[in-house]
């Protein structure tokens, strides 16, 4: 056969799909609508890389200093950088001042100019909720005039919040506990070298993307189908006129070819529309810029040329075992039995890619991306390869029952394989969700853990500037808002005159701060206790004795001038006192003293840092303390505690794949409404003619809702069967004891259930439509 043809061929069944009137347009819009739907999709998954790039480059060039960075002296293009960053309520704020030392100092990208003292620029979304009723209390902490905003090259997201503020004096708050820099440049390109991923990390991405895209894979194949019954009639039209069965193949490839690039068409407006409306979104704390979703142009010709490809191999295979005569199509016959051999072949082949790296683990270096790759998209096509057979066999063995499930049944044993074809894609998004929610669940243990914080007794803490005044410092706190007990411990370290290299720790707090370190016998004023008990005892503990005489030395950097070592001698009435975990987890250990029993002199040499305990029945608690802590000092920043600690890159995989599901369960929705709309709108004059011979219209409905629930109850078991052999063999490439995460097990074959009832909801209006007596009509 010539390539002229197929082209010939090929065109011609294009011209039917755009040239056939209303009817024609209704069936290729429907399949355009489908396909665009996952060709939109497809190309946000490509943009992608570029995006997370793009982000990665933004946040490189506007590096300002890092740890450890050699100091430089002050010059003309000099530029002093002080950490500003603050939360308001779940948000981060990033903020920086900034206090120039020259004319040549160098600006952050995405600024003009350098704000002036008291003047800060900020990113649109921080300018717009400081304008909001909502930013009231934010507008508190940043009481700077906004001057300006800053562009987009300064921005790692469109809805980040971040400001640049002008500072005076910024190099006496880098001696304190402020973290900054003088620097004369940004950007930094330590930050492009960053850790490698260990080999799970990296398998949980490549598993993502896979599961990810394959529904929309199989959705795509699925939407090239719509419209097989009244196709079905017009290929036998073609064939009473002279066509043979191979020409007629080719002209149905045809029409789906049409369905398929106006579906590209539509794809890319969907993707366009898309990524101008990504400026406005944000989830999961994730924005981008449009000028950022630009996929890769080998991708997107890939998805061009494959889309097409696919929708012409899929309508030849499916028209291979379909006999198309001049009088009719012979698929109302009972069609011959589908075989299982060949389909419990993909599933099987699937496991012997995966099998070779069982037991790698994180000591065996990375796992073969490829063998993933191609591992996991053989068990989730087995799904689609057996879901036919499944539902064949099962409704196959149905018995009687009521009208509407006879209805049902009859309508599933003459076209199980459209039934399947209806509920794959949900089927493989369940299998791949619970096997990836199974990995997730095994490995979580390596990559979260409980803090040691104890978020009970205390939620915030904040370290006191030395030098400042603790006890104003504290009474501010305990004044804040939403503030119930603020626990302040103050500590400093004295040695043996005799041996400088033996310290003991002295901590200096009142009695009711003292309770949360150690269980005292009574305390008032005055007393001073040896701590026991703790993990951390050592040889130093001896330091705590009646009698001895213990010494601080001036700090060598910012010792003042004539000024001299102090001393102290333990008193003989000190007391022992079990000591207890602080709300950090730290059990302390040497010397405890409240403040009149410590020479001022020495008290001065302490260190402060307060546990606040919060009434988090206030609102905005939280924020009120941060207030609190800006007016103290801007460059102190309170820490919020968390009862659980996570790894960074695994947080940001969970993310991904929070998002990534997001997108494609309402994928996998809309997909179900246009398949379910197109299959009732085919059997309009059978409704309708229904309803004349008088079946009652609820009687209907319940059947096309066994209709749907037959095959999605089948889909779901097959899924989860199949998702929990994947998850064990993912399980155990990882080194991992298999567990089958049952909550996660029945959570997502809960959600893929949930999405069918709801699509089977919103076709049952247009159902009752076309069973009106009008539906008989016929020209």
């Known amino acids: 056969m010539s390539i002229g043809q197929w082209s010939r061929d090929l065109a011609m069944g294009a011209r039917f799909a755009l040239a056939g009137g209303r009817e024609g347009w209704t069936r290729s819009l429907l399949t355009a609508v489908g396909v665009g739907l996952g060709v939109a999709l497809l190309l946000l998954t490509t943009a992608i890389p570029n995006a997370l790039a793009e ?8 590096s300002d200093h890092t740890y450890g960075q050699q100091k430089i002296p002050k010059a003309d293009d000099t530029l002093m950088v002080v950490d500003a960053d603050t939360t308001f309520r779940d948000l981060d704020v990033r903020g920086r001042l ?8 160098p600006l952050p990208p995405g600024v003009a100019e350098f704000p002036a003292a008291g003047e800060m620029v900020v990113s649109p979304a921080l300018k717009e909720l400081l304008a909001s009723d909502d930013g009231k209390l934010l507008r508190e902490r940043l009481d700077y005039r906004v001057a300006g905003t800053i562009g987009e090259q300064g921005l790692v997201g469109s809805q980040e919040l971040a400001y640049f503020a002008g500072g005076k004096g910024l190099a006496k708050l880098l001696e304190g506990p402020a973290s900054g820099a003088r620097i004369d440049s940004f950007g930094n390109d330590d930050l492009g070298s960053s850790d490698p991923w260990d080999p799970v990390l990296l398998l949980l991405v490549l598993v993502v993307f896979v599961v990810l895209l394959m529904p929309v894979a199989v959705f795509i194949a699925a939407a ?6 009244r196709r079905d009639r017009r290929l036998a039209a073609l064939r009473l006129v002279g066509s043979d069965s191979r020409m007629t193949r080719r002209i149905a490839a045809g029409e789906a070819l049409a369905g398929s690039v106006l579906g590209l068409v539509l794809g890319t407006g969907f993707f366009l529309l898309g990524r101008e409306l990504a400026a406005s979104a944000e989830v ?11 996929p890769s142009p080998v991708l997107a010709v890939l998805v061009a040329l494959a889309v097409p490809a696919a929708a012409v191999l899929v309508t030849i295979l499916a028209l291979r075992g379909v006999v198309i005569e001049p009088l009719g199509v012979v698929r109302t016959a009972k069609p011959a039995r589908r075989r299982l051999w060949w389909r419990l072949l993909l599933p099987l082949g699937g496991i012997a890619l995966l099998y070779p790296m069982i037991g790698q683990g994180d000591d065996s270096g990375n796992f073969n991306q490829y063998l993933v790759v191609g591992g996991v998209m053989l068990l989730l096509v087995g799904v689609t390869a057996l879901l036919p ?9 149905l018995g009687s029952g009521g009208v509407a499930w006879q209805l049902a049944v009859r309508r599933l044993q003459l076209s199980s394989g459209a039934a399947a074809r209806m509920v794959n894609g949900i089927a493989v998004a369940v299998a791949g969700a619970i096997a990836l929610q199974m990995l997730f669940a095994g490995v979580e243990g390596n990559y979260t853990r409980a803090s040691q914080y104890d978020v009970s007794r205390a939620q915030m803490s904040v370290d006191v500037p030395d030098g400042a005044d603790a006890s104003a410092i504290i009474g501010k706190y305990r004044d804040t808002e939403g503030v119930r007990k603020v626990t302040a411990l103050s500590d400093v370290y004295l040695h043996d005159r005799r041996s400088e290299d033996s310290f003991v720790q002295v901590t200096l707090a009142d009695c009711a701060s003292l309770r949360e370190v150690a269980t005292l016998p009574s305390c008032r004023d005055g007393d001073i206790f040896a701590a026991k008990g703790s993990q951390y005892e050592s040889e130093s503990d001896h330091l705590a004795k009646p009698g001895t005489t213990l010494w601080r030395e001036p700090d060598g950097e910012t010792a003042r001038p004539g000024e001299r070592p102090v001393s102290w001698t333990v008193p003989q009435d000190i007391r022992p006192a079990q000591t207890r975990e602080d709300p950090t987890g730290y059990e302390r250990g040497g010397i405890l003293v409240t403040p009149g029993a410590l020479p001022g ?9 307060l546990f606040l305990s919060l009434n988090l029945s206030v609102p905005d608690a939280y924020d009120h303390v941060r207030n609190t802590a800006a007016r103290l000092d801007p460059a102190v920043q309170p820490m919020t505690w968390s009862s659980i600690e996570s790894n960074d890159r695994y947080a940001t995989i969970r993310t ?6 997001a997108c494609v369960l309402a994928l996998i929705g809309a997909s179900l409404l246009v398949s379910q709309l197109e299959q009732l709108r085919e059997r309009r004059k059978l409704l309708s003619s229904l309803v004349a011979f008088g079946t009652r219209r609820r009687t209907l409905g319940l059947s096309v809702l066994w209709q749907t629930a037959i095959p999605i109850g089948l889909g779901l078991l097959l899924a ?6 994947l998850g064990a063999v993912l399980l155990r490439m990882t080194s991992t004891s298999v567990r089958v995460d049952w909550p996660s097990v029945l959570s997502m074959t809960g959600i893929g259930a949930g999405v069918v009832l709801v699509v089977t909801l919103l076709s049952l209006p247009p159902l009752v439509r076309l069973m009106r007596p009008d539906g008989l009509r016929t020209e």
Request: proline residues 5%.
């Open 720 to 725: 989860a069967t199949v998702g929990i052999a």
């Open 601 to 609: 002199k020495l008290a001065a040499f302490t260190s402060a840092r």
């Open 389 to 397: 057979w499944v539902v064949e066999t099962v409704v196959a063995r």
């Open 55 to 62: 982000r990665d480059r933004r946040e490189e060039a506007r």
């Open 98 to 105: 900034l206090e120039p030392e020259g004319p040549l100092a």
């Open 656 to 661: 991904g794949l929070s998002v990534g599901s």
């Open 284 to 294: 999961f704390h994730v924005s981008v810029f449009p000028s950022y979703l630009n």
């Open 224 to 229: 090239v189908r719509f419209g097989g019954e």
